[in-house]
């Protein structure tokens, strides 16, 4: 029978660094473009400090997620090698687990006894993997993944305020870097949501608030700290 209900969960590995990497990139160097530019810098100064902060940006970004996402799938590994061995050493008490889980959900204990059987037939560690542990295809962590997606959209998402800094003129900058990075982030947001069929509106109101906060702190540390030539 043809499947013609469209899920998005199967979006959620990919979508989580996707959003989290431009996310960052267009607030972290519109945070940086205006913290210098409050300073008082040239406005070659404040391209070579927001090329800088994307290069180091998508850095951080690929390491910080690669290690994370890799730490997840070494847990799961492990898991799944715990798991694989109890079923080779005691496979009728785990078939019993896994029977008690599927009359915790609902079934009469024939029932989910008979369910039990024949998804141990089929593939008795999937089976516990994804109905014992939480682990499945579809969830699985992917680190190489994650990395390249979260560098490269941090990429893209920081390019966008260095885009403003090479058009407008340095006594336009900041309302232009602040304004313009405020619509990326809501369009984000409004993006994020609909490929994940969330809320539009929270979404984009969602990173916008946040966005804005960060641009408002840094642009305020580099007008208190800076001094103008």
């Known amino acids: 029978m043809r499947h013609i209900e469209r899920h998005k969960s199967h979006r959620i590995g990919w979508l ?6 431009a996310n960052d990139g267009i607030v972290s160097t519109a945070s940086l473009v205006l913290g210098v530019a409050a300073a008082g810098a040239s406005s070659q100064s404040i391209l070579i400090a ?15 997620e690669y290690v994370s996402v890799s730490s997840q799938a070494d847990t799961e590994r492990a898991d799944l090698d715990r798991e694989r061995k109890e079923l080779a050493a005691d496979p ?14 609902g079934l009469d204990a024939g029932l989910a006894s008979e369910v039990a059987t024949q998804l141990t037939a089929h593939d008795a560690l999937g ?97 208190l700290f800076g001094v103008t030539a």
């Not at 009728?92 to 959900?105: C, K, M, Q, S, T």
């Not at 313009?180 to 969602?206: C, E, K, N, P, T």
């Open 16 to 21: 989580r660094a996707a959003v989290l990497g």
């Open 92 to 105: 009728e008490h785990e078939h019993a687990e896994l029977a008690a889980i599927y009359v915790g959900r």
């Open 127 to 223: 089976a516990h993997g994804r109905d014992e542990l939480g682990i499945s295809d579809t969830m699985a962590a992917r680190p190489v993944q994650a990395a390249l997606a979260s560098a490269g959209t941090f990429s893209v998402g920081a390019v966008l305020p260095l885009l403003i800094v090479l058009l407008v003129p340095v006594s336009a900058l900041m309302w232009a870097v602040s304004g313009s990075s405020l619509l990326f982030l809501a369009l984000l947001g409004s993006l994020a949501a609909r490929a994940g069929g969330a809320s539009v509106m929270i979404s984009a109101a969602r990173v916008t608030f946040w966005g804005a906060l960060a641009m408002a702190l840094t642009a305020g540390v580099g007008a």
């Open 50 to 64: 927001g090329v800088a902060g994307l290069v180091a940006g998508a850095m951080s970004m690929a390491a910080g």
